[in-house]
């Protein structure tokens, strides 16, 4: 059986060391610092995006842009020379044109490669459940699963992963049009943070809200309670914005109460990073439903 590739975006907040453990290509992403163009790769470490979140802390003009068509073509080509198949598991279509430039991509190749199966999914989500969706394509793949059983596996499931998490603060939020003025004001003084959540549109939405950092902590914590399905899988990925004591502290209640879960802790890149915020955390695992 032929073995095929595993793609994927920054925006899945792999680690290197995770996505070398699970043998996933990461495709690099970039964005604009202050008029200074960066790639955000998988190679960025701990210490770069602690300095990225302190200089959007400090009011960096901070903008990101999407992989264009012939940037996908380059990196699918080479893997397709090497006569390997193509699974790419896309960054949300909701909150990213580059979704439909891979598909772009694909449709482009077709002629030069009309032996070659590439197959495109829409995680419908970001950082965690992306990483969760690919995670789980790559343990498929181990099983000598086809890649169009793959595929399927993985459009029948996406629903089935939920994200949930809170920021720091309501101002990046608000730069991006997602809350008013007035409620991020309010919210910021009284230490109000929002729970959110990744719709199965793959559209970022407020869910509830809770008064108090720890709080919001045990906010996820309970939700993981109330809807997962371990059935499905045990990886559970904590991501979070240059605030690991918190996912630290979410990790801990949860191996306190579940002792055979897989906790991955990624951060969240730049690409994500400028539209949430220094201090946000996320969880993200298979559930009953979204």
């Not at 996908?72 to 080479?78: A, D, H, K, Q, V």
């Not at 190749?109 to 995670?135: E, F, M, Q």
């Not at 869910?207 to 559970?236: C, M, P, T, Y």
């Amino acid at each position: 059986m032929n073995r095929f590739e595993i793609t994927t975006e920054v925006t899945a907040d792999f680690s290197k060391s995770l996505a070398q453990e699970f043998d996933i290509k990461v495709l690099p992403m970039k964005y604009t610092m202050n008029d200074q163009e960066f790639e955000h790769t998988i190679d960025y470490t701990m210490e770069d995006i602690t300095q990225f979140y302190d200089e959007l802390e400090a009011g960096a003009r901070v903008s990101t842009s999407q992989i264009t068509p012939t940037v996908y073509m380059s990196i699918f080509e080479e893997i397709l020379r090497e006569g390997k198949d193509i699974l790419h598991i896309g960054f949300s279509s909701a909150l990213s044109g580059s979704f439909q430039s891979a598909a772009l991509a694909f449709e482009m190749l077709k002629a030069d490669y009309p032996d070659r199966t590439c197959i495109l999914v829409d995680s419908l989500g970001a950082s965690g459940g992306h990483a969760l969706l690919s995670i789980r394509a790559s343990e498929l793949r181990a099983q000598n699963e086809a890649i169009e059983t793959v595929a399927d596996y993985l459009n029948a499931h996406v629903q089935l992963i939920s994200h949930r998490f809170f920021v720091d603060s309501l101002d990046h939020l608000k730069n991006g049009g997602r809350i008013s003025s007035t409620t991020a004001v309010v919210g910021n003084i009284l230490s109000i943070y929002p729970i959110l959540t990744i719709t199965g549109e793959g559209k970022v939405e407020a869910f509830d809200k809770i008064r108090g950092e720890k709080k919001a902590v045990g906010k996820l914590k309970s939700f993981f309670d109330g809807n997962n399905d371990q059935s499905l899988s045990k990886h559970v990925v904590i991501s979070h914005a240059d605030n690991l004591d918190k996912a630290k502290l979410l990790e801990k209640e949860l191996t306190e109460n579940y002792n055979d879960l897989i906790i991955h802790i990624t951060e969240i890149g730049p690409i994500l990073g400028v539209h949430v915020g220094k201090g946000t955390t996320a969880i993200c695992y298979f559930a009953t439903g979204r």
